[in-house]
């Protein structure tokens, strides 16, 4: 009987979902950048000015959906998945191109999977305050930007204080980011400051930077 030894085959890393827009987007320009006229990888399934086209698609919208709003979001989201696909579809393509050369397949620009290894928990980066806006009168509400590994968000809000007066901060718990978090029984013509924090696995990240607005 003949003993077949196994061989590791080199894998990408493909798990994009989870990644933060930054990291993302480092990873696509490095694909990019390195499949370019690259003569290990002659055919690739992705049209290579198509595949930049769209990572500046996605580098536009996420750029956009700072300023906050809908519309921006969705933009991001779709554009998101285009890329997404598109690195996928190549990751897969170098996988089978490589012919299990770490050299050849280092070239690609993608990072090899270790596969057996859990990465270990990490700590919640801070969210960030998209946009507050005037709901009804007395009412202001605020939009998140969802954080990755996030359980809950913690929003706070004071009326802004004077100078060298301390802040009386209001809490409250918020499931999830969708929809945007009514704060109801506000003073009209009173300046507010909102801060929001993320609450993952290893407990609270910072704060987020403070957003002031005016209740009507």
């Excluded at 049209?47 to 930049?52: H, S």
């Excluded at 698609?57 to 709003?69: E, I, Q, Y």
């Excluded at 924090?197 to 407990?203: E, M, N, T």
Aim: charged share 20%.
């Amino acid at each position: 009987m003949t003993n077949k030894t196994k061989l590791p085959i080199i894998k990408p890393q493909l798990g994009f979902v989870g990644m933060t827009d930054d990291d993302l987007l480092k990873r696509l320009n490095a694909v990019h950048d390195a499949m370019v006229n690259n003569p290990a990888y002659p055919s690739p399934p992705v049209d290579m000015p198509g595949f930049k086209a769209a990572i500046d698609a996605f580098t536009g919208a996420v750029s956009a959906m700072l300023d906050g709003g809908k519309t921006a979001t969705i933009e991001r989201n779709k554009r998101r998945t285009d890329v997404i696909i598109m690195l996928r579809l190549l990751g897969h393509y170098v996988e089978a191109v490589c012919k299990n050369d770490m050299k050849t397949f280092a070239s690609s620009g993608f990072v090899p999977a270790t596969p057996g290894i859990r990465t270990p928990p990490q700590p919640t980066s801070s969210p960030l305050i998209v946009s507050v806006d005037q709901g009804s009168p007395g009412q202001l509400v605020v939009t998140l930007k969802p954080v990755t590994r996030a359980r809950s968000y913690e929003l706070r809000y004071a009326v802004v204080a004077a100078a060298g007066a301390a802040v009386n901060w209001n809490t409250i718990v918020v499931p999830s980011t969708k929809p945007p978090t009514p704060v109801n029984n506000l003073v009209p013509t009173t300046n507010y400051v909102f801060q929001v924090r993320a609450f993952g696995k290893l407990g609270f990240s910072d704060w987020s930077a403070s957003v002031e607005r005016i209740c009507i």
